[in-house]
């Protein structure tokens, strides 16, 4: 269940997963601060932050250790990407809080910060997934459902969201209009992501080599 590190190709490929972690950073750090609500996901790991009184970042690479303990109950492949994706998401993630300003009672401003979280996210996510070095464990989650139930990419990630989002607000996170557009949403735009820059989960190993050589 472990994808073997390509050396030949590693560095480049590292560099190309880290673009995709800090605009996933960077587009989360919108969502906080443009003060609409949160993804599904921030509404739980900012909620947490709140009661743990921690940076949602930390919260992040915690809660990415968890969830990736069900991908691989699913028996999904991962890499050193998966776990690259936990330790650096969170990171940029608290970087990005620090320069990013928090916005509220500006419509004008919120609005297009949101648009432009859900598209970055459904961009980062297929950058990152495209290096094939494995998923990020909320990923690996998404393409563990629909490998092992025949569902979209799309119907999985929604349904993994509005779930997230429950929980989150049952302990308080900051749910609002926004959530609930970035849930309908963010599946539509990782598909889209996908078919832009051509990638294609769970693609052999060897095919990937090959590719490359």
Known sequence: ??????WKTFPRDFLRIQIGFALFGLSIAFLIQGNLGTGAWGVLE?????????TPGTITVASG????TGA?????QIGW??????????PWLDFFLRLVPSIKNNLFVQIPMLLTAILMMGFASAIYIGVNAGAGPR?????GLKRTRGISVRKARTFIEITVVTVGWLIGGPAGIGTLVFALLIGPAIQWGFKIFKVEPHQPQDDKIEHRN
């Open 46 to 54: 900012v909620g947490i932050s709140y009661l743990l009184n921690v």
């Open 1 to 6: 269940m472990f994808k073997p590190i390509i």
């Open 72 to 76: 691989l109950l699913m028996r999904e």
């Open 65 to 68: 250790f968890t969830v990736l």
């Open 81 to 90: 990407g998966t776990l690259a994706n936990i330790l650096s998401i969170g």
């Open 139 to 143: 990923d690996s989650l998404m393409l």
